[in-house]
């Protein structure tokens, strides 16, 4: 498999630092349940990518995993674009409600299992 380039500006990796120091509570939640690999497969959470960085992402798996809560509604435009741009870089994403996490932890990672093979 190739590897992705990575290559992400200083500004991004400060960001996602940042971002890994203040997660919302269902991104810390689902961090909780990833980190342990209980679907097999290593997750990285606020991982930069290019330009963008990802709530969580599998690389074996090419998979970004991304928390939206209640204000993507109000960039859904956006995150289309960017889904496209990660697409062109080989990458699937898979979009979860906050309100998901936190409500049925179990029926999150049913779909993130199913979405871990191509």
Known sequence: MSRIKRVASADKVRFAREQRQNPTRAEEALWEVLRDRPLGMKFRRQHPIGKFVLDFYCEEA????????????????YDDWR??????????????????VEKDMRRVLERIKARLTP
């Open 62 to 77: 090419r998979l970004a995993v991304e928390i939206d809560g209640p204000d993507h509604a109000a960039q859904a435009n």
């Open 83 to 100: 889904d496209e741009q990660l697409g062109q870089r080989g990458i699937r994403v898979l979009r979860i409600a906050s309100e998901d």
